[in-house]
């Protein structure tokens, strides 16, 4: 299974849902069930689009308090996305590290989004991970992960 397919699928849903505000379910069954991937990856960007469209707020609101200078809203809305996805694996993803998560993000950024992109997302997400680690609620098992 490649989660990078999967987490690019779940960006895909995530932009649609933000832009036509169709129900979560409508989305899952439209562009996550309906692809064409397989079982697994489908299985995962499901998962990760639910948990990122119904934490949105939450998610977003960590963004929010490492921009403080930045109307949330100026920011690229594939950043935003980009954003929510990773830090919803920080938060609800025991088995993947935090570094993976980034990376993926960044990676995922310099081909969805603008060419600065990827140093943003970067620094917003280190600075998030710290914010989480200082919370205790970075909760990760299996080895490298903590």
Known sequence: MSRRIARE?????????????????????????SSQEDEKVREFAGFLFVK???????????????????????????????????????????DIPPKVSIDEAIEIAK???????????NGILDGVLQDVKKASLLKKKGRGLI
Request: aromatic share 10%; hydrophobic share 45%; glycine share 2%.
């Open 111 to 121: 081909k969805y989004s603008t060419e600065n992109s990827g140093q943003f997302i």
């Open 9 to 33: 699928l779940a960006l895909r849903a995530l932009y649609a849902h933000e832009l036509s505000g169709n129900p979560i379910d409508d989305i899952v069954a439209d562009m996550i069930d």
């Open 52 to 94: 990122a469209a119904r934490d949105k707020k939450k998610l977003d609101d960590y963004v929010v308090a490492r921009t403080r200078n930045w109307d949330f809203e100026r920011i690229a809305i594939i950043d935003r996305l980009i954003m929510r996805l990773a830090i919803c694996e920080f938060l609800h993803f025991e």
